[in-house]
């Protein structure tokens, strides 16, 4: 397809397993960003990559959460020694601009639940 | 860093009527304002935006309006429908010189009764 792709849709781990969430962005698309959406919240910022810069990491909330993306295309989102609180639709979207005043392109999101 | 402020968290309108949602941002360096619609087990998708050189804009039943003195934006839904059900969220970023993300605020879940 043409838009964003996130899987697994949904998720559920026990707590202190590790899940990774995988995000395959628009073709073309420089920028790459990751959000986390907990239940009838707002988007969180996790971190963004541009290009070959260094990811801005600044919003990753503790460093049990690291990301990679790989050949500037496909994105990993991980978290380690997964916490109740993890819980949340982790989204990922994507733009051709630097992303500051671009559209951003959302996937729809890979739900998670730590039992 | 930015933070931005919507209001209200949940709004219900009679189809027909018009629906305001409001957001504040604390940084005047923001310049962009773009709003995004999240339907049900879907990712947000952008409706309508604004940059800081203007004070309006409008899209068939959507607007925008923007007050850069005291830093507040607002989106006007005329003619609501039910397919305007969904949650809104608003945004804000500054410059791209200044290395920052969109900041959303905390969302708007709308709903239109038929």
């Known amino acids: 397809g043409a838009g964003v792709s996130q899987s697994p849709s949904n998720k559920v781990t026990e707590k202190g397993k590790d899940v990774e969430l995988r995000c395959d962005p628009i073709s073309g698309h420089t920028a790459l960003y990751w959000y986390r959406q907990s239940l009838g919240q707002g988007l969180e910022f996790l971190i963004y990559f541009q290009g070959n810069s260094a990811p801005d990491k600044s919003g990753l909330p503790s460093d049990r959460f690291s990301a990679e993306r790989t050949g500037g295309s496909v994105s990993t989102l991980t978290i380690q020694r997964t916490q109740q609180e993890d819980s949340a639709v982790y989204l990922c979207?994507?733009?051709?601009?630097?992303?500051?005043?671009?559209?951003?392109?959302f996937g729809e999101g890979s739900r998670l639940t730590v039992l | 860093g930015e933070n931005v402020e919507q209001h209200p968290s949940t709004l219900s309108v009679q189809e027909g009527d018009s629906a305001v949602i409001k957001c504040t941002y604390s940084d005047s360096a923001s310049n962009y304002f773009p709003w995004y619609k999240q339907e049900l087990g879907k990712g947000p998708q952008l409706i309508i935006d604004?940059?800081?050189?203007?004070g309006e804009k409008k899209d068939q039943r959507i607007a925008v309006t923007l007050n850069k003195t005291a830093k507040h934006f607002s989106l006007h839904i005329t003619e609501t429908q039910p397919e305007d059900s969904a949650v809104y969220f608003c945004a804000a970023s500054p410059p791209a010189n200044a290395g920052n993300m969109l900041t959303f605020g905390g969302g708007t879940r709308l709903m239109v009764k038929p």
């Open positions: 604004i940059r800081s050189n203007v």
């Open positions: 979207a994507s733009s051709y601009l630097s992303g500051y005043t671009g559209e951003l392109f």
